[in-house]
T-cell receptor
Framework: DTEVTQTPKHLVMGMTNKKSLKCEQH?????MYWYKQKAKKPPELMFV???????INESVPSRFSPECPNSSLLNLHLHALQPEDSALYLC???????????????FGSGTQLSVL | AQTVTQSQPEMSVQEAETVTLSCTYD???????LFWYKQPPSRQMILVIR??????QNATENRFSVNFQKAAKSFSLKISDSQLGDTAMYFC??????????????FGGGTRLMVKP
């Protein structure tokens, strides 16, 4: 199983809503990532979890709150988002987050988020 | 910090022909990997090929090969016998292996490739 599963695939929310994005992998990977991708742009890193600890937060606004309940699961909690937060949110995982020689990132198919 | 630059926003190629996508990068790191990812209209990011910086031999994966010029910090992707299914956005990406916080990817701006029948 080399799959990273993201749910939901599409999400429409108002600026006062609270919602969560979910990401799951069963490859035994110990590092998980959230990226944000606007249309026709490259993905931009938001957060990195390594061994279930938040290791990188790329100055993301607090209306985005990541959570890693266990090594297979990564959530992104959304609250009071702005229309400019509309984007594709990609989750990825890799074998181990610190200098392993066989590293590569596996990506999920993303959640397309629209904030009205 | 490192930067990745793809100077060709869009390219097109006839089916069955060969096309080369360019990528340059800037880094002071010595231990890193370089990647090409493909993102078709479905927006799934798919790994195409990886190059370890310490290896002189260029990586190949079936119809895909790279030309890695370490001194020039250049990493181009050659697609041979192009197929309609190769139509996608292609991203060049850099991974610093000496980052203790995680092996994140830094992406270039992307090249949109269209394969024409």
């Amino acid at each position: 199983d080399t799959e990273v599963t993201q749910t939901p695939k599409h999400l429409v929310m108002g600026m006062t809503n609270k919602k969560s994005l979910k990401c799951e992998q069963h490859m035994g990977h110990r590092a998980m990532y959230w990226y944000k991708q606007k249309a026709k742009k490259p993905p931009e890193l938001m957060f990195v979890y390594s061994y279930e600890k938040l290791s990188i937060n790329e100055s993301v606004p607090s209306r985005f709150s990541p959570e890693c309940p266990n090594s297979s699961l990564l959530n992104l909690h959304l609250h009071a988002l702005q229309p400019e937060d509309s984007a594709l949110y990609l989750c990825a995982s890799s074998q181990e987050g610190q200098g392993m020689a066989n590293e590569k990132l596996f990506f999920g198919s993303g959640t397309q988020l629209s904030v009205l | 910090a490192q930067t990745v630059t793809q100077s060709q926003p869009e390219m097109s190629v006839q089916e069955a022909e060969t096309v080369t996508l360019s990528c340059t990068y800037d880094t002071s790191e010595s231990n890193y990997y370089l990647f090409w990812y493909k993102q078709p209209p479905s927006r799934q990011m798919i790994l195409v090929i990886r190059q370890e910086a310490y290896k002189q031999q260029n990586a190949t994966e079936n119809r895909f090969s790279v030309n890695f010029q370490k001194a020039a910090k250049s990493f181009s992707l050659k697609i041979s016998d192009s197929q309609l299914g190769d139509t996608a956005m292609y991203f060049c990406a850099f991974m610093n292996l000496d980052n203790n916080a995680g092996n994140m990817l830094t992406f270039g701006g992307g090249t949109r490739l269209m394969v024409k029948p």
